[in-house]
């Protein structure tokens, strides 16, 4: 999955979060449908400019974007 050529991060729109390229639909509010319980079809009913692939390219940036995330244990 090539999710380079359809998330992109522009300052512009929504502050600078990924959103699927050429929409103004953040991968969050994709990653949250998705989390509510709707399928792909209800997203993509709703949503006719985005593709399957566009979904999957969310998924694949949250499951980077937690790959990449460092957590650190504070002592209590």
């Known amino acids: ?12 729109i929504l502050v600078g979060k990924p959103i699927i390229r050429g929409t103004r639909l953040a991968v969050e509010f994709i990653i949250d449908l998705l989390a ?13 400019g985005i593709s399957l692939e566009d979904i999957q390219a969310c998924l ?15 002592p209590v």
Not at 36 to 48: A, F, K
Not at 60 to 74: G, M
Request: hydrophobic share 35%.
């Open 60 to 74: 694949s940036y949250a499951s980077a974007a937690l790959k990449a995330e460092k957590v650190y244990a504070i």
């Open 1 to 12: 999955m090539d999710q380079q050529s359809r998330i992109t991060l522009n300052p512009d």
């Open 36 to 48: 509510q319980g709707w399928s792909t079809d209800e997203i993509l009913r709703n949503y006719p």
